[in-house]
């Protein structure tokens, strides 16, 4: 079974050993603190601040909502209690689409993105899993702090492990079972069924409270958040926001100049443009394969795509808004090219607009007349965000 698994731009192995690695943009001139633009600087920032960090923070909280509305399901079964778990993945699921512009960094290096965002979900291994009772029982009494745990592959985890255990239909999962819309019957939500999507959720907490601090830094998250992170050992050893802002200073083996981070940051959000497009929209409507679409038992995929294109107008924004910070990649762009600013600023309306315009749920309409419309509008984004890379480093 397929799995889609990203793999952006990885840095953790030249910080941590102290290599020499080219990085994007010319790093050919020798760069001096002086020389650093302070404005540059302040765009930075606001982006890792404004963007980054308070989208991963939204994600951590919400993730820790989602795990205690599994345990809530698990120690109280019951049909209201099944909504709220599928109400909270929505919430924090959004945040997580939310920050795909920028899946370098943590996400990327600590394998963050395949482990909690694999799809499509492995469904043969995952009916085998739940018949393996002793790992079963070790969940039932460490959660997801043991070793066998760590032996479940991506396609077992995450968002859509949890997602099947309670979504049907594109709403909750009847407690007592049912039939789906493509008449396959599903059976009570069982025990082990709660015992694995509490696990799991708390899994998938954990690895988004260490996004929160590999870009915050440990010492700027709660002392809940920090406590999780201790007890599972999972303390990052880099603070990207760290990193990225100190572009161009003496020394940044990864960012040697500043221009070298805004086009990372264009970079990131043209990968999610490219995806989304030709990849989450285009793969599935070329095999006409249901189990190809992302988010599909959830029928979310016309919002996941959306805010992916909302992850890249954040990026190029400066902030979580619909206008654009005075200090921000587009306000940079602006400076350079007016046009090109504006015709990225609409692309990205129009993105947006026309996903939302594809009839849903996604999966009923794998066609190109659903859904061409909408790709072709992540493709001009993408020629955009192209050409405002190459911009920057003329």
Not at 164 to 187: E, I, L, Q
Not at 216 to 242: C, M, Q, R, W
Request: proline residues 3%.
């Amino acid at each position: 079974m397929r799995k889609y698994v990203r793999f952006p731009l990885l840095f953790v192995t030249a910080v941590a050993l102290g290599l020499s690695m080219s990085s994007c943009g010319d790093d050919d001139d020798p760069v001096t603190e002086d020389t650093l633009d302070p404005q540059k600087t302040k765009t930075i920032e606001q982006y890792v601040n404004g963007v980054v960090i308070a989208t991963y923070k939204s994600l951590a909280d919400e993730s820790i909502d989602l795990y205690e509305a599994c345990v809530r399901l698990k120690d109280d079964p019951g049909q209201g209690n099944i909504e709220a778990v599928c109400n909270e993945w929505i919430a924090a699921r959004k945040y997580w689409e939310q920050s795909e512009a920028f899946l370098y960094g943590a996400a990327a290096d600590y394998s963050i993105d395949p482990h909690i965002d694999s799809w499509p979900l492995d469904k043969a291994q995952l009916d085998q899993t739940l018949r393996n009772t002793t790992l079963i029982n070790n969940m039932k009494e460490n959660g997801c702090n043991f070793d066998g745990f760590a032996t479940l592959g991506y396609g077992l985890l995450g968002f859509h492990a949890v997602e099947y255990m309670v979504f049907r239909d594109g709403g909750a999962r009847k407690y007592a079972g049912g039939v789906d819309k493509d008449g396959v019957s599903y059976g009570a939500l069982s025990e082990t069924e709660l015992v694995y999507c509490a696990a799991v959720a708390e899994d998938l907490r954990n690895q988004c409270i260490r996004l929160e601090a590999s870009w915050a830094g440990v010492e700027n998250i709660s002392d809940e958040k920090l406590s999780i992170l201790e007890d599972a050992e999972l303390e990052p050893t880099l603070n990207y926001g760290e990193i990225i802002i100190a572009a161009g200073e003496a020394g940044n083996k990864i960012y040697k100049t500043q221009i070298a981070a805004y086009v990372q940051i264009l970079q990131g959000a043209a990968d999610i443009a490219d995806e989304v497009g030709n990849t989450k929209i285009t793969d599935p409507v070329s095999s006409g394969n249901v189990l190809d679409v992302e988010s599909w038992y959830s029928w979310n995929s016309i919002a996941d795509f959306a805010d992916n294109i909302r992850s890249v107008q954040h990026a190029y924004y400066g902030n979580n808004g619909t206008a654009a910070n005075a200090s921000s990649v587009s306000a940079y762009i602006k400076s350079l090219n007016p046009t090109l600013d504006s015709e990225i600023q609409a692309a990205i309306t129009t993105a947006i607009a026309e996903i939302e315009a594809m009839p849903a749920p996604f999966r009923d309409n794998l066609t190109e007349a659903a859904s061409g419309k909408a790709k072709d509008a992540c493709n001009a984004l993408l020629d955009k965000l192209d050409e405002a890379i190459e911009l920057i480093q003329e």
